[in-house]
């Protein structure tokens, strides 16, 4: 009996002793699965600023301008603090334009993107404000976007707001270059060798959705209005700079935008106009003189929207340490207009309808 106790003994402690050398492994296999787990959801995921998606608040450019998404449609807020979030569709490069109107006291106006704090801006009694953002590289939906307002003093607010979108997805100047030829409308004079640069203004590009294109050739400037379906020519560039301005304005009062442009051209004797082209059916226009002229303007012209009206200007003079001519080639910017001297020539008006 005694004996067989002990061997009953010895075999439950080897028992027991397989037992704890299971527990063990399986106790290191744990460990080391559990670390392996670890190492894999520890890894730090990519925060907005370590990817190529791009946020920067930029400066608002009042004009008529058409969006393309409402994020937030015009709400009132009356009472206590307002937030709302949104987020936005992919594009290649979109703008958020984020608008406030203030009917009572100062109030404070900030915008999130994701983890990333544009600020607060007070915007006082009476007035209205709107701040603009620009996302690129948003290829997927983009972070939360958040709106928040407030106040100081804890008064209640009376506020209206709304955010919009704007898409780019531009035509590429690949397949601009194709409708362009498709036009079949291409002067002989722009020679075999021809390159196509794209002058669109940001203002004309958010108030048309079209773009401008000039074709550079060997002694013509030719300029090509682009949507996504078609191109058409506009004005004459042959010997001269082609179109130096162009503004959008509901010429013809249809409710619909127009494209009213000055341009150059001339062999031998330079010389001035203006047309309009009407977007409803890609129709160009001439725009007459009044009184008749009985020569030729021969001085290059600058459009402005001034007072829901377009001003025509003729330039006087450069300031030639800033800018040369060079520039009506391709298209003057907003820049280069601030080292010209203009003289007011006169005004667009309708006559008999």
């Not at 005694?2 to 527990?23: A, E, H």
């Not at 000039?214 to 020519?233: C, L, N, P, R, Y």
């Not at 280069?336 to 003289?343: G, K, N, R, S, Y």
Request: aromatic share 8%; hydrophobic share 35%.
């Amino acid at each position: 009996m005694i004996l067989k106790s002990f061997k009953k003994k010895r075999k439950l402690m080897v028992n027991g002793i397989l037992l704890l050398l299971v527990l063990i492994l399986a106790r290191m296999l744990v460990v080391q699965i559990y670390s392996q787990k670890l190492t894999v959801t520890t890894t730090p995921m990519p925060r907005v600023e370590d990817t190529q998606v791009n946020t920067q608040e930029i400066e608002f450019e009042k004009n008529s301008t058409q969006y393309d998404v409402i994020l937030i449609n015009d709400t009132r807020t009356v009472g206590g603090s307002f937030e709302s979030s949104f987020t936005c569709p992919p594009s290649n490069d979109v703008r958020i334009d984020v608008s406030i109107k203030n009917r009572k006291g100062t109030v404070k106006f900030k915008v999130y993107y994701g983890s990333k704090d544009f600020g607060f801006v007070d915007i006082k009694e009476g007035q209205d404000l709107t701040r603009s953002f620009k996302l690129t590289n948003s290829h997927t939906e983009s972070e939360r976007w958040k709106v928040y307002v407030t106040t100081a003093d804890g008064h209640g607010i009376d506020i209206d707001v709304k955010a919009r979108q704007i898409n780019s997805n531009k035509v590429p100047i690949e397949e601009a270059n194709r409708l362009i030829l498709a036009t079949q409308d291409i002067p002989k004079s722009s020679g075999k060798d021809m390159d196509l640069i794209e002058i669109t203004p940001s203002d004309f590009w958010d108030q048309t959705r079209l773009q401008l294109f000039k074709m550079v050739g060997d002694s013509s400037w030719e300029t090509f209005i682009v949507s996504k379906q078609k191109a058409v020519h506009i004005g004459n560039g042959f010997g001269g700079y082609g179109v130096t301005s162009a503004v959008p304005f509901d010429l013809n009062k249809d409710g619909t935008l127009d494209v009213v442009y000055a341009y150059s051209y001339g062999s031998g004797i330079h010389r001035s106009e203006i047309s309009w082209l009407d977007l409803k059916n890609f129709t160009e226009h001439r725009v007459l003189d009044r009184p008749e002229s009985t020569g030729f303007r021969m001085d290059d012209l600058i459009l402005k929207n001034e007072s829901k009206e377009i001003a025509v200007y003729r330039i006087s003079g450069i300031d030639k340490s800033e800018i040369n001519f060079d520039c009506l080639r391709t298209y003057p910017t907003k820049k280069d207009i601030e080292h010209m001297a203009l003289e007011k020539i006169g005004v667009l008006s309708r006559e008999n309808n």
